[in-house]
């Protein structure tokens, strides 16, 4: 091989080389500041000590006005107590029966628990509250979908076999606040409606008032604009990238945000805006789906909603035990 042709293959592996290395991107690693903290705020999650206080016990019988037809025994607060354990525990409604029925005897209490039925038919009519801990000031809110299994096979099964029935999904959208990453807002609804359409339902949801919202390109919609520009809340929403400026004017936040990115790029614009946080809420999702489940038991669209809000408060409780604090080491 001649002199010219060696050097000419060298230097062909040498760029290719340097090509590759400027494309292998590191990946960036952060140090946990309260992991004292934090190891014990995971610990506490694990823990099984239950009590149930004076003030429960006393109220576990239904006191309220009386109708004509069947007698109500519990109140809602039984109702809602049996299917939190329910779902910590991850127990069916015969399970949670006995679970608590067995409680009570091990305290010397004289009072029963809701029989599954009771569970069943009352569930759909709680009202429950997320527990989010009320923030002062203003809030940064972060929405986002996933999709909860109601019934169906498995994955594997379906690889390996084929369908013999088709599953049923339903979409779960949830809002939570960006400094705390607590769920503030949650919907549950059949997996053919899109974000856009609930968007209200979850900013009237929220208690406090909203200073941004942080969305994905399935937020950028009309209607959801409107929403925003109506109630004064900045929009971080990404436009399409063939979107153009509008005469409307509840779009002039969106006008100008299509300037920008055409002056600066899109990538440099989400650095300026700190979209990156939008990411948190999947996070919140994933927690969701690592210690709750992909799975919804009930069967009643009113009861699965039900189940769905009680499982956004249990986790809730366990954001407020504690969350990492970290810092990117460079």
């Not at 599954?116 to 986002?144: H, M, P």
């Amino acid at each position: 091989m001649s002199n010219f042709m060696l050097s000419h293959t060298k230097t062909s592996v040498k760029s290719r080389f340097i090509h590759a290395t400027k494309s292998f991107k590191v990946k960036d690693k952060y140090k946990i500041l309260n992991w004292k903290q934090y190891n014990e705020s995971l610990k506490n999650r694990g823990r099984i000590t239950l009590w149930i206080s004076d003030d429960a016990i006393n109220s576990w019988a239904y006191t309220g006005s009386r109708e004509r037809g069947g007698k109500i025994v519990y109140s809602d607060l039984a109702i809602e107590t049996c299917l939190t354990i329910k779902q910590v525990l991850h127990l069916k409604l015969r399970q949670t029966e006995g679970f608590v029925n067995n409680f009570f005897e091990i305290m010397s209490l004289e009072i029963k628990a809701p029989d599954y039925s009771t569970l069943s038919r009352r569930a759909g009519r709680l009202q429950i509250e997320l527990k989010a801990i009320k923030q002062k000031g203003n809030i940064d809110i972060i929405v986002d979908s996933t999709g909860l299994k109601v019934y169906g096979e498995g994955e594997w099964k379906v690889r390996r076999f084929g369908w013999s029935k088709h599953r049923t999904w339903r979409k779960l959208h949830i809002g939570i606040n960006a400094e705390t990453q607590e769920i503030i807002a949650e919907k549950l609804t059949e997996n053919s409606i899109s974000d856009a359409e609930v968007t209200e339902d979850l900013l009237t949801e929220v208690d406090g008032q909203i200073n941004s919202f942080r969305g994905d390109g399935g937020y950028d919609k009309t209607n959801v604009r409107k929403e925003l520009c109506k109630r004064k809340i900045k929009e971080i929403i990404p436009p399409q990238e063939n979107a153009v400026v509008s005469k409307n004017p509840a779009l002039k936040e969106r006008n100008k945000v299509i300037k920008r990115i055409n002056k600066i790029g899109r990538k440099e614009w989400k650095k300026q805006i700190k979209y990156h946080k939008r990411s948190l809420v999947e996070v919140a999702m994933f927690r969701y789906k690592t210690i709750i489940g992909e799975k919804i038991n009930a069967r009643k669209f009113e009861n699965e909603k039900t189940e769905v809000r009680i499982n956004c408060s249990i986790l809730n409780v366990m954001t407020n035990l504690g969350m990492p604090i970290s810092r990117k080491v460079t």
